[in-house]
Each structure stands twice: as structure tokens, then as C-alpha cells.
């Protein structure tokens, strides 16, 4: 549903701030595409845009794909940000370049809702979810369009139920230059893991969408253009696994019916390996990557960090059962944990290899606020602020610099060509073979389709194999995948692993923050290409 009973219109730009470089946005990746400029399309403001009356216009630019122009500004009646913590210097930014125009600017999205403190020059603050604040808000702009004397919180109580969100307004994004597409079937988690703001935020208890809603946002994903990835965006997609159980055969049918035009990727938590009926529909669904927030593979930790549902199954053996279903394991880990000692990376090098696990995000001990760690740190005296020297705002147990300087090592060792590679061989060999077979649609066989994939190997060979200092292992890897006629899986891995090494790299020698929730100014944007 839309907001309703509005006369009067207003011309809403909706702008997206760009992201700080970081290592899970792959952008090193999108020069060996076909044209990918950006991550993914920002389904909060998406949401908004869809949710303004029907008669009001709005436009809607990711500052990843281009900046809001003058031109943008001086059509605009009022301006909307939103996103993350990391991009909270870049909503500022916004914000001061919208008030040149005298224009009213609001900010939604997890950072203000978070730390509503963060954002004292914007007009409109609007804390927590689409609900009776957004409704307040449209309403306010509806009668006077200047700005307010003084900043105006509107914080939500009444949440719009997620039964009744409308379709995410994907028509506005350009899609096609995004690396994947987004959806979100749930919100919320039930843990309480000690680090993370999401049961803060959202709740433990999940609220759901309906699968029909998600089976026609996929229907309007694919009208406007999406095929390739789609990653789910809940937090946890068994946060209430009998959802999971109802939304699965519903995606089955869906891929089915489109010729499984969209490989599916989500994040839960490890105890899915648990669940085998889970498992077993997912690979039906042609769900290929699972992220899970493994974090550490120390025991010790995962039980000071209340994530112990991590250790319902032996980690490893978690692992190997979610591939053995086809779908590769992406982690998250965390260093700088109080239960650290010298020796975790050493103990974190062997986990990799061990588990075989491609890609790992690694980074640093953050605490974000409304947290149970940030209270935690407070009182304890270890929380840091205002401090751009550091990449966290934890007081570790051991030295900063020790665990700075075990982070690039590790980093270095696990972005390492021949081992990365090793890694994607593994999963090639076995995890990729346990998916489905999935029919040739006539849109893969299209002249459009081939020329793209003609492109990236194109890009791949020149850029990696000629031009890249790894070129030896790579065409190792290549050579393997050609002989097997495994052209997606070279395509894939290639691209991935060429951005985590060269991210590790610049990581190693210092160039970029460890802790993706860092908001140091590097040089806030490697340019997408
Ligand atoms: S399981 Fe994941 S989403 Fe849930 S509280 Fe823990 S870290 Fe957060």
C-alpha cells in the first residue's frame, strides 16, 4: 500500500549516499563485468519511493552510480537520504549540499535510527521503520515544503505491518548496473549475539512479508531487468524457519516457471545445517551462497559472544553439510574479540584452509551502539570515541598494533592467488556440482546473453591472465575450469577472487580500514568503473 488522502504533491528526490570503499561491495570485481558500476539496489529508500502518494513524483539516484546534480536539487521540493553508518559522512554531505538549495532534507534508514545524534544538520530525522513517523512526515511536507526552524525527530511506534509494504519502486534504480539484486522477505532476529544492533533494532521477534508479495517483487525485479544474482537482505532467513518452510516452495515453483533465471543467495545462521528439509528445498530454489556469521572458530569466544547457537553442529561439519546441498559458504569473522590471544591468526589461517571457504570477510571488533557489547565496553571504560587514528572504537585486550597487524597478515595469507584459488577449486569440484541442473532458458541462450558473458572472459583474460601478476595461478585455475567446459564457474570465481586479492593487498600494506564498519575518510571511493 501506498500513503493515502495526500492533495497536495511534492517532488521527492530520493538520493543514496556512495560507500566508503570496503571489502564487501567487490568493486574490483566490476571492471571484469560487463558494466557493473554499483553493489546493490538500497531497498530502504526503494521502499519510501514506493510508498510516497501515487501523485507525488520522485526521482532516485545512487550516488555509486552518479552524483545528485544541480539539476537534481533545484527540481526537488524536498529531499530523502538514507543507509548505514559507514556512509554517514557522505549523508552530511548530502544534507549540506541540499540546504544550498534551501532544500528540507530528511534521513532515515538504520544509522539515524540507530544514532539519531550522528545527524544534527538535517531537518527531518526519521527513527526506526516505514510506520506512522513516515505517514507524519508526508504529511508535514505535504503542508509546508520549507524547511522547519529547528530539527523535527518523528520516531516510529506504529510500524506498517510488512504484509502491507508495497513493491520496492526497482523501476527507478538501473538495475543492470548493479553487481546483485536485492529482495527482503523478513526482518529481525530472534539471538542476541553480543556485537550486533539488529535484535536492537528490528526486534527478535521476525516480521514476514507474504510469499506472494516476494514471488511478485521477483516478477517486477525481472521486468525491470534483473537476472543473475539476487540476495536476500533479511538478517537471518531461518530467523523464523517456518517461514523459511512456507517462502521455499513458492521460490521452487517460481524458478521453475522462469527457467531458474535467478541464482538466490541469502544469510542465516550455521544451525541451518541442521535443518536438512531446509537445506534440501533451498537447493531446489537455486539458492547458491549462504553468508554466515561464523565469526571465530573458537568455542570459547562464540559462548562469551552469546553466539553459541554457532556450535549446534561441529563448524566444519556445518560447513561441509551446507555444501553438500550446492550452495557455498560465505563468512563473516571477527578479530579483536577479548577472547583473542597472539596466536588466532595462526589458529584463523588454519580454519580457512580448512574449511575451504572462498570468500571470508575479516574484520575488526566494532561496538555499534544499541548494542549489548557497547554497553558492555561503556562501562567497562573501553569504549573509544572520536578517534580517526583507529579502525575500531574498542580498546582490545591485546595492543591495537599487534591486532592491526595480525588482521593484514591474515588477510595477506588468506587472499594469498594459489590458496584462494585451491579454495575455489575445492568448490567447483564439489559444493558447485551438488546444485541442480538447471534447464538452458532460451534468455541464456540469447545473442544479448553470450555477448555478456564474451565480455567477461574477455575482461577476465586480458586484465587478469595477461595484465595480472598472478597470471600463472590464474590460468592454472582457468585452464582446469575450461577443460571441465566450466565456463560460469571461471567466470564466477575469477571475478570474486580478483577482488579479494587485490583488496587483501592494498589491506595488507595499510590502504584500506579493517573494520567495514570503520568511517575513516579513505579516499572514499575507489570509482566504480
Ligand atoms: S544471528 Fe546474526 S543477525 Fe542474529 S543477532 Fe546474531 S549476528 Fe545478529
Redesign the pocket.
Known amino acids: 500500500m501506498r500513503a493515502e488522502g495526500i492533495e497536495t504533491a511534492r517532488r521527492i528526490l530520493c538520493v543514496f549516499p556512495r560507500y566508503t570503499s570496503s571489502f564487501g561491495t567487490f568493486e574490483y570485481a566490476y571492471p571484469l563485468t560487463d558494466g557493473v558500476q554499483a553493489f546493490m539496489p538500497p531497498q530502504g529508500l526503494l521502499l519510501i519511493a514506493a510508498y510516497l502518494p501515487a501523485n507525488w513524483p520522485v526521482r532516485f539516484v545512487d550516488e555509486n552510480l552518479r552524483a545528485a546534480s544541480d539539476e537534481d536539487f533545484e527540481w526537488a521540493e524536498a529531499v530523502f537520504v538514507s543507509g548505514m553508518h559507514i556512509q554517514r559522512q557522505q549523508m552530511n554531505d548530502i544534507c549540506r549540499r541540499a540546504h544550498a538549495f534551501d532544500l528540507p532534507v530528511a534521513i532515515g534508514g538504520p544509522s539515524v535510527s540507530a544514532c539519531p545524534d550522528y545527524y544534527p544538520s538535517f531537518d527531518y530525522l526519521h527513527v526506526g521503520e516505514l510506520g506512522d513517523a513516515t505517514n507524519e512526515l508526508i504529511a508535514r511536507l505535504a503542508r509546508d515544503p520549507s524547511r522547519p526552524e529547528r530539527q523535527v525527530v518523528l520516531t516510529t511506534d506504529d510500524r506498517l505491518p510488512m504484509t502491507e509494504f508495497p513493491l520496492p519502486a526497482y523501476e527507478l534504480a538501473e538495475v543492470r548496473k548493479y553487481f546483485l539484486g536485492s529482495i527482503q522477505y523478513s526482518s529481525g532476529?530472534?539471538?542476541?549475539?553480543e556485537?550486533?544492533d539488529?535484535?536492537g533494532l528490528y526486534g527478535r521477534n521476525p516480521r514476514l512479508k507474504s510469499p506472494q508479495q516476494i514471488i511478485a517483487e521477483l516478477d517486477k525485479l525481472l521486468e525491470c531487468g534483473v537476472t543473475g544474482s539476487v540476495y536476500f537482505v533479511d538478517?537471518?532467513f531461518i530467523?523464523n524457519r517456518k517461514a523459511a518452510l512456507e517462502l521455499l516452495p513458492h521460490l521452487v515453483e517460481w524458478q521453475k516457471k522462469t527457467g531458474y533465471v535467478m541464482r538466490l543467495a541469502c544469510?542465516a545462521?550455521l544451525n541451518i545445517a541442521k535443518r536438512p528439509e531446509i537445506l534440501e528445498k533451498m537447493r531446489e530454489a537455486f539458492f547458491i551462497t549462504i553468508f554466515c556469521?561464523i565469526e571465530t572458530p573458537d568455542p570459547d569466544a562464540l559462548k562469551a559472544m552469546q553466539?553459541d547457537?554457532n556450535m549446534m553442529v561441529p563448524i566444519l561439519e556445518g560447513i561441509r553439510t551446507i555444501n553438500s546441498y550446492g550452495m557455498e559458504v560465505v563468512s563473516g569473522i571477527i578479530m579483536g574479540l577479548d577472547t583473542d590471544r597472539p596466536e588466532t591468526g595462526e589458529v584463523l589461517m588454519e580454519f580457512v584452509e580448512e574449511s575451504r571457504i572462498p570468500l571470508l570477510t575479516i574484520n575488526l571488533l566494532q561496538a555499534l551502539p544499541k548494542t549489548p557489547l557497547w554497553d558492555r565496553l561503556e562501562r567497562e571504560g573501553r569504549l573509544i570515541h572520536d578517534d580517526d587514528s583507529r579502525d575500531s572504537n574498542v580498546q582490545f585486550l591485546l595492543p591495537y598494533d599487534q591486532v592491526v597487524d595480525s588482521w593484514r597478515k591474515c588477510m595477506e595469507a588468506a587472499y594469498e592467488p594459489e590458496k584462494l584459488f585451491a579454495r575455489y577449486e575445492h568448490q567447483c569440484d564439489y559444493t558447485y556440482r551438488q546444485r541442480i541442473k538447471v534447464p538452458v532458458t532460451p534468455e541464456q541462450k540469447s545473442w544479448a546473453n553470450i555477448k555478456r558473458g564474451l565480455i567477461m572472459l574477455r575482461n577476465i583474460f586480458w586484465k587478469v591472465g595477461v595484465l595480472g601478476d598472478y597470471r600463472k595461478v590464474f590460468w592454472k585455475f582457468a585452464l582446469g575450469r575450461l577443460r571441465r567446459g566450466d565456463i560460469e564457474g571461471l567466470i564466477a570465481s575469477a571475478m570474486i577472487g580478483h577482488h579479494l586479492i587485490t583488496f587483501a593487498r592494498a589491506a595488507s600494506v595499510g590502504q584500506h580500514s579493517a573494520s567495514n564498519y570503520s568511517i575513516r575518510l579513505r579516499e572514499a571511493a575507489v570509482p566504480a568503473e
Do not use: R, S
Open positions: 532476529c530472534p539471538y542476541q549475539c556485537f550486533c539488529i535484535p538478517d537471518n530467523g544469510e545462521t556469521g553466539k547457537h
